[in-house]
């Protein structure tokens, strides 16, 4: 019941799954019950799992791992924001005017990687250079003409560069804010072992709030900024600078070209030439100014230029972008996300908890069935060698 009320997509349609797969007559209510009660229970388990963890020194938790768990040859976190509407009864009108609310997701990569002497791939793959690619830059970036609700997916969705393998992958979701998420995609990463490997990467968006995450809970994890996301402000100021279709997409070229060969610093002096010669925007400015885009590219650059040296993370074999992060977003939020769909703060909680460890590659919930079994009332002792 459980696994069916966590993974299908409602709790009425697990009722059918359980009465066609299973051949068993519940109704949806007791699935929800069940799936909810037990949601709740695992992340009380996890919460006191996340407290001995908290407990433990600094240097303990940066550098050490369980006794009996091996280091990830290459631990790599990402993390990132859903979507999702939560409703608690008394609270019929949120401040905000909205349900939406955002759900805080991170995954835990295991991989393989293999490093050089010098960057394997210097030369900026014709992937990147193709108009195919400036759809999915201009969705990740909002870039003024594109609808960013629209699904748009260039010819190759896939980078062609060489990547880490992945060996297994963790998913962790809830509806807490950020400063709350950020000790619990730690814990997890301490109890899969992170800390104490020898190469470790956190590749984000650049977003302040994961950044701050980041910095707090993965200080000593290399920062990687998403190179797609990089680029994606490249093709807004490029498009906000030149008008001319041709001229500007000669411009992305050039700055995507001294990105992936990590000279960001040009692409920072040339924009500043752009940004004097258009002007400063005043505070008012519409966000579809040209002086507006330019200035929010300098910026962005200004801020991350630190974790864009693309060359280094290619010769060491660490991933560049987050593209596995997006797909689980997605796949979190077909259980949770719909506008037909309504959950309470505890509800949300609990489902979000379960969909992420029923997503997960060392399967939580099979531990978490352990100890529910050997601690259930009246259960015989005997029975639970199976």
């Not at 299908?8 to 007559?25: H, P, Q, T, V, Y």
């Not at 349900?99 to 835990?108: P, T, Y």
């Not at 969705?139 to 609808?147: D, Y």
Request: proline share 5%; charged share 25%.
């Amino acid at each position: 019941m459980v696994y069916a009320g966590a993974n299908s997509g409602s709790f009425e349609l697990a009722r059918r799954d359980l009465r066609e797969l299973a051949e068993l007559e519940i109704t949806s209510e007791r699935v929800r019950r069940a799936t909810l009660r037990n949601g709740q229970a695992r992340r009380k388990l996890e919460q006191r799992l996340q407290e001995a963890f908290l407990q433990k020194t600094i240097p303990q938790q940066l550098h050490q791992g369980p006794a009996d768990k091996d280091a990830p040859p290459l631990a790599v976190v990402m993390s990132d924001g859903g979507r999702y509407q939560r409703f608690d009864r008394g609270n019929e009108k949120p401040e905000s005017g909205s349900f939406w609310k955002e759900s805080r997701i991170a995954v835990l990569l295991s991989m393989q990687t293999q490093s050089h002497q010098r960057d394997p791939n210097a030369e900026l793959p014709d992937f990147l250079q193709d108009v195919s690619i400036a759809k999915k830059l201009a969705q990740i970036g909002k870039v003024a003409g594109e609808n960013p609700e629209a699904e748009q997916k260039p010819a190759n969705a896939e980078p062609p560069w060489q990547r880490p393998e992945m060996v297994s992958k963790e998913v962790i979701a809830s509806g807490k804010n950020w400063k709350e998420f950020g000790p619990m995609v730690a814990s997890r990463a301490w109890y899969q072992g992170f800390f104490a490997s020898t190469e470790k990467v956190f590749v984000s968006d650049g977003s302040s709030v994961i950044e701050a995450m980041q910095q707090e809970w993965f200080s000593n994890f290399t920062s990687v900024l998403d190179i797609m996301h990089a680029l994606s402000y490249s093709l807004a100021a490029a498009r906000a600078i030149y008008s001319d279709l041709p001229e500007s997409w000669e411009c992305y070229r050039r700055f995507a070209k001294l990105i992936w060969q990590g000279n960001v610093e040009e692409v920072i002096a040339e924009l500043d030439c752009h940004q004097k010669r258009l002007g400063e925007p005043a505070k008012d400015t519409n966000e579809t100014d040209a002086r507006e885009i330019v200035r929010r590219a300098r910026v962005y650059y200004r801020n991350h230029r630190g974790r864009m040296n693309y060359p280094e993370y290619r010769r060491k074999g660490y991933p560049l972008t987050s593209s596995i992060m997006e797909s689980t977003v997605k796949q979190v939020g077909q259980r949770v996300k719909g506008t037909e769909k309504f959950w309470s703060s505890d509800g949300g909680e609990a489902i979000l908890g379960l969909r992420s460890d029923y997503l997960s590659a060392s399967q939580p919930m099979d531990a978490y069935w352990r100890l529910a079994k050997a601690a259930a009332d009246g259960f015989r002792a005997y029975g639970m060698a199976g």
